[in-house]
């Protein structure tokens, strides 16, 4: 079974510029989560789907970022423009829908984003 | 809120001894606790999870976690540590409060194991 995919790995891109990061969560998975680890920090919450409905979005720093997950499957999240503060690991992950949030989180492998 | 500490930066133990790696964490409710580890350029591998049950929870590659409500701690620990156990150790507690699921973080702690 393919686990949690996030393309691209890497990207380095100027102040200002646009950048979309894509995941593409476990099969059959409804949640859908970002993360972001600012270097030597912790790894924060961005925000969660299920299925294509944002349940919680409460960590988006601001609105420069847009996340969207049409049809339930595959997750963008948008950086527009990107700021020097923006650099960092962005984590993905998918879970199963079970009984009061017992599922563990599947992570990809990240992006790590550098803006310059 | 909730939060999660982990109080050492850095665990460096010889191969073959004892390690622990330690989490404590702060919620208001009964929380569920999780164990990932990163190794390196790779992504977050879960370890394992403390739901509810026995406070001694067994995971992956020979690691276990005592969750004590009293001390609100869930230390990470393996009898006997090896080289390859080397890396980024994340602990990360959630209270299900109905709408959301997320994970808080604590801010990792490197294990480095040394023949």
């Known amino acids: 079974e393919a686990g949690v995919t996030q393309f691209p790995s890497h990207s380095v891109i100027e102040k200002g510029q646009t950048v979309t990061l894509r995941c593409d969560p476990i099969?059959?998975?409804?949640?859908l989560y970002w993360y972001r680890r600012v270097m030597g920090k912790e790894i924060k919450f961005l925000l969660h789907?299920?299925?294509?409905?944002?349940?919680?979005e409460s960590g988006m720093p601001n609105n420069r970022f847009l996340a969207e997950r049409t049809g339930g499957t595959y997750s963008t999240l948008k950086v527009q423009p990107a700021e020097l503060e923006d650099s960092g690991v962005y984590f993905c992950?998918?879970?199963?829908?079970?009984?009061?949030?017992?599922?563990?989180?599947?992570f990809g492998q990240g992006t790590r984003l550098t803006v310059v | 809120a909730q939060s999660v500490a982990q109080p050492e930066d850095q665990v460096k133990v010889a191969e073959g001894n004892p390690l622990t790696v330690k989490c404590t964490y702060s919620?208001?409710?009964?929380?569920?606790l999780f164990w990932y580890v990163q190794y390196p350029n790779r992504g977050l591998q879960f370890l394992l999870k403390?739901?509810?049950?026995?406070?001694l929870v067994k995971g992956s590659y020979g690691f276990e976690a005592e969750f004590n409500k009293s001390q609100t701690s869930f230390h990470l620990k393996k009898p006997s540590a090896l080289v390859s156990d080397s890396a980024l150790y994340f602990c990360?507690?959630?209270?299900?409060?109905?709408?959301?699921?997320?994970?808080?973080f604590g801010t990792g702690t490197q294990l480095k194991v040394e023949l």
């Open positions: 099969s059959g998975h409804d949640n």
């Open positions: 992950a998918s879970s199963q829908v079970l009984q009061r949030g017992r599922a563990e989180a599947f």
């Open positions: 789907f299920v299925k294509e409905s944002k349940q919680d």
């Open positions: 990360a507690v959630r209270v299900f409060t109905g709408g959301g699921n997320k994970l808080t």
């Open positions: 919620v208001s409710g009964n929380p569920y």
């Open positions: 403390y739901i509810t049950g026995d406070n």
